[in-house]
């Protein structure tokens, strides 16, 4: 009995380890692709942010056109109105009064141009966050996959390990240079 039962541990404890060595191949290949999706995700959310400059830039250029066109009509009004040669009726009697008792208004274009400012630097401090988290996520999976014994684990399955690019700051995702220069 004494010789049964020590073969019956051993089964068990070859069975254990092997369970264990088959957990441990398969965490490590998942480490790896978690990691790998990571890397993905940041390189999506850097595109994203780039979209959403070109986006908010258009949108917000357009309004600062629109009120360019705007402000420079007004102003002509007030010209005219303010000229000795204007004629007063009951329909610019509202505009007349306003044109000579008051100062220029405050032009919303300067606003705007303040906003556009303002959209720049909200993207360009969103996508420095993303490049940080692209370029430590990218550090992450090189060094998953490269120590021991994760790369052996890897390479015996037949995980190919993929190279991403170190970017830098002059690093963009599939930008749309000809969407931003049409937009002024």
């Known amino acids: 009995m004494n010789k049964l039962g020590s073969i019956a541990i051993i089964i068990v404890a070859l069975g254990l380890c092997s369970l ?3 957990f441990g191949v398969k965490g490590c290949e998942n480490g790896a692709r978690s990691r790998e999706k990571l890397v993905e995700r940041q390189l999506d959310f850097i595109a994203a942010e780039q ?11 357009q309004n ?7 402000e420079k009509e007004f102003q002509r009004d007030i010209a005219q109105l303010r ?3 204007a004629v ?7 505009l007349f ?3 000579v008792h008051e100062n220029p208004p405050a032009w919303a274009s300067i606003d705007l141009l303040k906003d556009i400012s303002i959209a720049i630097q909200k993207y360009n401090e969103n996508v420095a966050r993303a490049k940080k988290s692209y370029r430590t996520a990218v550090q992450d999976y090189e060094f998953y996959t490269e120590k021991w014994p ?3 684990v890897l390479s015996s399955q037949g995980y190919g390990v993929k190279t991403y690019e170190h970017i830098n700051d002059d690093f963009s995702v599939a930008t749309k240079q000809e969407q931003i220069t049409d937009l002024f």
């Open 20 to 22: 264990a060595l088959l």
């Open 51 to 61: 979209e959403n400059l070109v986006n908010s830039l258009r949108l917000l250029s």
């Open 64 to 70: 600062a056109k629109f009120g360019v066109e705007n």
């Open 83 to 85: 000229s000795k040669d």
């Open 88 to 94: 007063v009726n009951d329909s610019n009697i509202r």
């Open 97 to 99: 009064i306003q044109a």
């Open 150 to 152: 994760n790369a052996s």
